[in-house]
């Protein structure tokens, strides 16, 4: 009679915190985007990934140099390199005065930007293709999360920023996780780009939304319904990049 009128304890509250989330993605993710689905943030990712690409820029800009980063883009450049010479030292200087900037400011907002992006078109497509009923904020979140490989290669960067010869640093191939890094620079563009698509760290992060994504939507969505959505999705970007290397170069 007595174990009739007990009460069920109600749960204790969840002690997962943001900064164990961003460890515990990439250690244990599915239980990490359980805890993400019950109560879902999202800022401390953004910020980090944020952070770590204007660190990454900064350290390159110290030890590296402007001048030899646009001089090896203007090297690459078939157009910049039929111009004369003193418009050639025009065209470097102005990239000097407003290029650092500019990527600054791109290292800084990016993040948050393709955040939404990415975030709003999985929503729609998980919600009207499969019925789900995640949320914005959910979705949000998830995407986030499922970045923080990005501390990984980040710190691998900051390791080869002060390991490497400066004179040998590419930063668009800072850790060579993608097959674009081991192609000459005379290769054709679209197979360059082509190249840089096919990233570890991609790839992993593809995994950890498809996990993501699955565990939000446990009874709509499962994982190889989610990573195969995801999937075309990356595919159908790497179609336009190759597709506007080849039309452009």
Known sequence: MASATL??????????????????VLFSPKATFESIARRPT?????????????????????????????????????????????QQER??????????????????????????VIAAVFLGVF???????????????IVAYSWMPGLVSGLLGVLILFLKD?????????????????LSSDSPKWLIALGTSLDIFTFWIMLLMAIGYSVAAPKKLSFAKAFI?????????????????????
Not at 48 to 58: A, D, K, M, P, R
Not at 97 to 105: E, R
């Open 127 to 141: 919600n009207l293709v499969f019925g789900t009923k995640l949320n914005f904020k959910t979705s949000l979140a």
């Open 42 to 86: 999202w800022f401390l990712p953004l910020l980090i990934v944020s952070l770590i690409s204007l660190g990454i820029i900064g350290l390159f800009g110290h030890r590296v140099g402007w001048r030899a980063f646009f001089e090896k883009q203007m090297a690459s450049s078939s157009r910049v390199q039929q111009m004369p010479a003193d």
């Open 229 to 249: 959505s995801i999937f075309v999705a990356w595919f159908l970007v790497v179609l336009v990049r190759v597709g506007a290397a080849a039309a452009f170069s």
């Open 91 to 116: 065209t470097l200087q102005m990239q000097l005065k407003y290029g650092p900037p500019y990527i600054y400011a791109i290292g800084a907002i990016s993040p948050a930007i393709a955040g939404v």
């Open 7 to 24: 009460q069920q304890a109600p749960e204790a509250p969840e002690k997962v915190n943001s900064f164990g989330r961003v460890f515990g």
């Open 166 to 182: 400066p004179s040998t640093v590419d930063l668009q191939n800072l850790i060579a996780s993608n097959v674009g890094a081991f």
